[in-house]
C-alpha cells in the first residue's frame, strides 16, 4: 500500500520490485517504444545484472516482459551489462552489450531477436560468434565497456564506441565493421581526455543545427553537430562538435573538465543514461539512471532501488552551445485537476500555497517576472561552483533578487521541505540565474544523502522572465530551469509530507519582489507498469 511504500513513483518508470540501474537500448521498434535496463532479479542491490524489459505505446504505460538478455554463457556469466541498439538496413533490430566473462573480464556481444514478426521482440539469442571484442593489447579488462548505438558512414562502414580508460585517461575506443560481427579497433580513439579516468555508457549522436527535429545516429553533414556524452565522476558530461566520418575525427567546441564550467545534462542525481532516436515523432530521447539517495538497508528494507528519469526531448539551443531538455510531451495526457495562478505578487519574505492538486504526484509549470538588474547581487560566477553556493546560501539565506520558487514535497508547517529557486546574479559583464534545488530539509529521516544542487543559466539585461517546471512524483523531483537549459533532479524521502499530507508551495526570500505571470500545477494520473501474462512454468 502507498503507507507502507510512501517512496514508490506514480508516472516515472519504475519495476514493481529488486534492483535497477542504466537504461540500455532504448528503441522505437514497428510502433512500439522498448525500454531494456540493468536489472538484479534476485534482490534490491546490485548483482546478478541481467536485461529487464519493458515496452509501451507512449513512453508512460509499460508492459514488463521476461528478461531479454540473461547472464548464462561463458562471456557473459557474470553480468550482461549496459549496451544499445542498433536497427540495421531492412528493420532488424541488434544489440551490442558488454559481458562480464568467467574470468570477469568485459567483453562485447551481440544479441538479435529470436522472432522479428513479434513486435513485441520478447525472446533474444546471443551471436555464435560472440564475444566480438575483447580486450586485447593495451586494453584493461577492467574498463572495456557499454558500447554505443552503432552509426554508418558514407562508405557504409559501421562504427561503435566503447567506454575505457587507458593509462589512467577517459576514452571513447573506436571500432569499425562491414558485418557488424567482424570489429576491428581504430588506431585512435574517438576521443579522450587527460582530465578524467573510465568514461562509462558513452553515448555519440547528431543533432541537427538548424531544426527542432531529431536524426538518426548514421546522418553526418555541414547541417549537423555531433554531442558526445560520458559518464564519470557520478555524472553525466557532454561536449558539442564537429564530426567528420571520413577520417573519424571529432572536434569539440569544448573538452571535458576543461574549466570551471561543465556542460552536464542534468546537475543532480542522473546517471549512465542513453539517448535514442524515435522514428515515428522524429526526435531524440533521453533516459537516465536516477539513483536512489536513501541508504542500501532503507532498499533492502523497501525492496527496490532505482528509476529511470521522465523521458526528455533533446534539442540544441539556438546558439549552438548547450543542449535543451524537456520532459516528452506525452506525460501531459497525465495532468488531471489543475490550478492557475496568473500576474500574482510574490512580496520579499512571502510564502504561499497553492492548494487543490495532488502536491506529492504533480507536475507544475511556472514562470517568474524579473525585477531591475540594477539591485541584482554581485558575483564573478566563473569563479564560484554553482552546487557549492546553492549549498553555502540555501533556500532559507535571504538575498536580493531570490531565492524564489517552489517548496515542494513540504510538510504543512514547513518544517519539511525540498526548494526550487532561482537567485539573479550580476557579475563585470554579463547577467546569470543560479538554479538550486535544495534538499537539506527534506526529510527528517537520517543516513539519507541530502546534498544541495545548483546549476548556473547566462542571462541578457534585457530578460523579463524565467520559467521552471518541476516533476514532483513521491521520491522523485526534476525540475527543468529556464525552459530546459539546466536540470536538476533529486531524490527525497520525507517522513511527514507524504501521499495526502505533502504540501505545494510558492516562496519568495529575496528582499525585492517577483511577480508570477502565471503558475499551472496539475495533479498527475498514475501510469499503468503492469506484467504481461507469464507463461506457464514447471514446478
Ligand atoms: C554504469 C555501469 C556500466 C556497466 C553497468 C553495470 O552504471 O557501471 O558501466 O555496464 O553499470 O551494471
Wanted: net charge negative.
Amino acid at each position: 500500500s502507498e503507507e507502507q511504500q510512501p517512496y514508490r513513483t506514480a508516472y516515472h518508470f519504475q519495476p514493481p520490485k529488486n534492483w535497477m540501474n542504466d537504461p540500455n537500448g532504448p528503441m522505437y521498434y514497428k510502433g512500439i517504444y522498448h525500454l531494456f535496463y540493468q536489472y538484479n532479479p534476485y534482490a534490491a542491490v546490485w548483482g546478478n545484472i541481467s536485461w529487464g524489459h519493458s515496452v509501451s505505446y507512449d513512453l508512460i504505460n509499460w508492459i514488463l516482459l521476461e528478461y531479454a538478455i540473461n547472464p548464462t554463457d561463458p562471456y557473459d556469466i557474470n553480468g550482461c551489462w549496459s549496451g544499445s541498439a542498433t536497427i540495421l538496413p531492412g528493420e532488424k533490430p541488434v544489440i551490442l552489450y558488454t559481458g562480464d566473462d568467467f574470468k570477469k573480464h568485459q567483453v562485447q556481444n551481440l544479441a538479435v531477436p529470436k522472432n522479428l514478426s513479434d513486435p513485441l521482440l520478447i525472446e533474444w539469442v546471443k551471436s555464435d560468434h560472440n564475444p566480438l571484442m575483447t580486450p586485447v593489447g593495451d586494453i584493461d579488462p577492467n574498463f572495456f565497456r557499454d558500447p554505443t548505438t552503432a552509426w554508418q558512414g558514407p562508405d557504409r562502414i559501421w562504427r561503435v564506441v566503447v567506454g575505457s580508460q587507458i593509462d589512467g585517461h577517459g576514452m571513447a575506443l573506436l571500432y569499425r565493421s562491414k558485418d557488424f560481427i567482424n570489429w576491428t579497433r581504430s588506431q585512435d580513439p574517438l576521443h579522450f581526455s587527460l582530465k578524467t579516468g573510465m568514461w562509462e555508457c558513452p553515448d555519440f549522436y547528431p543533432l541537427d543545427i538548424k531544426g527542432e527535429n531529431g536524426l538518426n545516429s548514421s546522418v553526418q553533414g555541414r547541417a549537423t553537430k555531433h554531442v558526445l556524452k560520458a559518464s564519470f565522476n557520478d555524472h553525466d558530461y557532454y561536449i558539442i562538435g564537429d564530426y567528420e566520418p571520413q577520417t573519424d575525427s571529432f572536434e569539440p567546441q569544448t573538452d571535458f573538465m576543461d574549466s570551471s564550467f561543465q556542460l552536464r545534462y542534468d546537475y543532480g542525481n542522473f546517471y549512465a543514461s542513453k539517448t535514442f532516436y524515435d522514428s515515428s515523432k522524429k526526435r531524440r530521447i533521453l533516459w537516465g539512471w536516477i539513483l536512489e539517495a536513501d541508504s542500501k538497508t532503507d532498499d533492502i528494507n523497501k525492496k527496490w532501488s532505482g528509476l529511470q528519469s521522465m523521458p526528455r526531448r533533446i534539442l540544441l539551443d539556438k546558439n549552438g552551445k548547450q543542449l535543451i531538455q524537456w520532459p516528452i510531451k506525452e506525460i501531459e495526457k497525465q495532468r488531471a485537476e489543475r490550478v492557475n495562478y496568473q500576474n500574482k505578487e510574490l512580496k520579499g519574505g512571502s510564502v504561499f500555497e497553492i492548494e487543490g492538486v495532488m502536491a506529492a504526484q504533480a507536475d507544475v509549470e511556472v514562470s517568474f517576472d524579473l525585477p531591475n538588474f540594477e539591485e541584482a547581487e554581485f558575483m564573478e560566477s566563473q569563479f564560484v561552483d554553482p552546487q557549492l553556493l546553492c549549498s553555502q546560501k540555501n533556500a532559507s539565506t535571504r538575498g536580493v533578487i531570490g531565492p524564489f520558487g517552489l517548496l515542494v514535497l513540504a510538510s504543512k508547517d514547513l518544517t519539511e521541505r525540498t526548494a526550487i529557486f532561482f537567485k539573479i546574479f550580476k557579475g563585470h559583464d554579463k547577467y546569470v540565474a543560479l538554479l538550486c534545488s535544495d534538499q537539506s530539509r527534506s526529510s527528517f529521516r537520517e543516513e539519507i544523502n541530502k546534498t544541495t544542487f545548483g546549476a548556473f543559466i547566462e542571462i541578457d539585461p534585457h530578460r523579463e522572465n524565467i520559467s521552471l517546471r518541476t516533476l514532483i512524483d513521491h521520491s522523485i523531483v526534476e525540475s527543468f530551469g529556464d525552459e530546459g537549459r539546466a536540470c536538476i533532479t533529486a531524490r527525497v524521502y520525507p517522513e511527514l509530507a507524504i501521499g495526502e499530507e505533502a504540501h505545494l508551495y510558492a516562496f519568495n526570500y529575496g528582499s525585492q519582489s517577483v511577480t508570477i505571470t502565471s503558475l499551472s500545477a496539475w495533479s498527475m494520473k498514475a501510469a499503468q507498469i503492469a506484467p504481461i501474462q507469464k507463461r506457464r512454468r514447471p514446478p
